[in-house]
Structure formats: C-alpha cells, structure tokens
DNA sequence: TTTCTCCGTAACTGACTCAGTTACACACAA
DNA sequence: TTGTGTGTAACTGAGTCAGTTACGGAGAAA
C-alpha cells in the first residue's frame, strides 16, 4: 500500500485557501482546483481543523489557517492526516523460535526509525510558506514566458 | 498506501540465508522463519535475483547473496523490491487553469524529492551487514538474560 | 528409469484501503 | 421561508497485497 494522496491534497488545500483568502472560498470552489469532490474537501478540511491548523468553524465564512503560514510545518500536515502511520512497514509477524525471526523486527523498527527521522526532519524544515512561494514563483515565470 | 512488508521480508530473507549460510536452506525454512508461505517467499528471492542481490539459481543449491553483505545497502534492497515507488505521493491531477493547481504538482514533486532524499541517504548508509549485526547483538543479549 | 524434493511461475482469492458519490440534517443569510 | 454551504455517515468500485492452489521442470537418490 501507498502513502495516499490525501497529504498531497491537504497541502493543495492549505495553499489554495492562503493564496485566496481575500476571496470567498467554498470547499467546491476548492474541489475544483483540487479536481475532486467537495465531500473530500471537507474531509480534509475536518481533519486539519482537528488538528488546529485550520481554524474553527465560524459558520458561513471561508475556512482559514489558525496561524501563520510560516509557522506551518510540513510535517504538522503530515501528522495532521497520517497520524503515526509509518513511512516503512515492519513485519512483526515473524517465527520468535528463530534467531532471525525473533529478533528481525526490533532491529527494523530501529533502522527505519532513523531513515523517517531523516525525512521527517527535512519535513519539518519546509514550511507551507516556502511551498507557497514556490507556487507563486513558477506562476510568475509562466507569465513570462507567454 | 503504505509500503508493504515486503521490503521487511526482503531484509529478512536475506539476514536468514547470510546466518545459516552454511547449513542446507530451502523456500520452506524460510517462509518458517518469516511466518509465510514458501510461494511468496520464491518470489521474493526471484526479485532480488534479478536484482542481483542474491546470485543466480544452481539447481538445488541454497540461495547465497551476490556479494558480500558489506556491500549491500539497505536502498539496493528497496530499490530491487520497491523499484522507483515514491515514499509519498503527489496528485498530478489538479486542475491547471488554477494558479495553485497548475503548479502545486511539480512545487509538491521537489519538496518529497528532498525528504526522499534524506531517507534514502540513511538507507544507504545502513548495510545488510549492519541489520546482520544487531540481530546477533540481540540474540546474544538474550542469551545471558535466561 | 522411476521417485522424491524443491524450484519457478501463473492464476485465483479474500482482506483491506482509498477516492469518490449519494444522502441528509443543520446553520446561517437573503 | 427559501437557498446555500457545511458536517458526517454509509455505500461503491478500483486497486493492491498476501496467501493459496496448481503445475511443469530440474536435479538427487533409489
């Protein structure tokens, strides 16, 4: 199985409602740009409001971020979405009568601990205003171009 | 989705026929170990074979990696079970005639590269020899224990 | 040779996950 | 009161994964 396109799609709709919050934003208004449902917007949006990085509920208005968008991680978005769910899967079904099988899986959780850390770190580092930024920086040099 | 627990089967397979190298090892052992069937375990020892990581098939003969197990990394491994799969998965299919939507795919393509690249880095640095090692720290431990 | 063991591989199955849809009650604004 | 948008639950279809059955072939032993 795959890391789902969900943490993908959260990130679009965090930029999407940070790029627009001027504007009047409906979670069709977003779907559209996301190319999905609005069903699954608001999914999304529950969950990243459970995880305050979206704020409260405040009956009719466009959804917001809670805080600034400097102070968003990528990794907050990650847990926000994928709560623990891990980058690497250990088997811990394994035969504890074998040396090997016995053993194998903690020496796994280990190793894979230390490769997510790494990745979880550089998530960590790059905020959605830095993926903001980049957005807006392609969407300028496009206009330059035609 | 999720990586599956064939990459941790893979490193399993592995650590088992490099310990009991010198004693007679068939797909039926194996899969006793991991708690499998021998079917899913051949077919895993047919993807590292062509991946090169376990040398080619001498009729009868127990599988024996290619190399030694200082030299195989813990990528080589993923990359021979888990080809080019990506760690977290973009959404390509946004809508292009939103500023966001246009180029969140590519912006969002980058930023996974880099934090694929942090835990790809780990994994290279950490060798089948390595994972071997603590096994049998492990198992040694366990031993004064009881 | 015949028999036995094990291998490689293909085809099928059941469980699970995911994205998407339909449906419906609720809140707020016009 | 009517309309719009929201939150949430239930269902669906596609896709993936691990496991199983099945079968032909290779090599060793009798």
Do not use: W
Not at 124 to 137: G, K, N, P, Q, S
């Amino acid at each position: 199985m795959r890391i789902s396109t969900k943490f993908s799609d959260a990130l679009h709709l965090l930029s999407f409602i940070e790029v627009f919050k001027s504007q009047k934003i409906t979670s069709e208004t977003i779907a559209a740009s996301i190319n999905t449902s609005p069903v699954v917007v608001r999914r999304l949006i529950a969950e990243l409001r459970t995880a305050k990085i979206i704020g409260p509920y405040e009956g009719g208005c466009s959804p917001r971020l809670a805080e600034s968008s400097k102070d968003v991680t990528l990794f907050d978005v990650y847990t926000a979405i994928e709560h623990k769910r891990r980058l690497f899967n250990v088997d811990h079904d394994t035969n504890p009568r074998c040396p090997v099988g016995a053993h194998i899986p903690d020496v796994l959780d280990t190793v894979y601990a230390e490769a997510e850390a790494a990745a979880f770190g550089q998530l960590r580092r790059t905020t959605l205003r830095d993926v903001i930024d980049r957005i807006e920086v392609a969407h300028r040099m496009e206009g330059e171009v035609s």
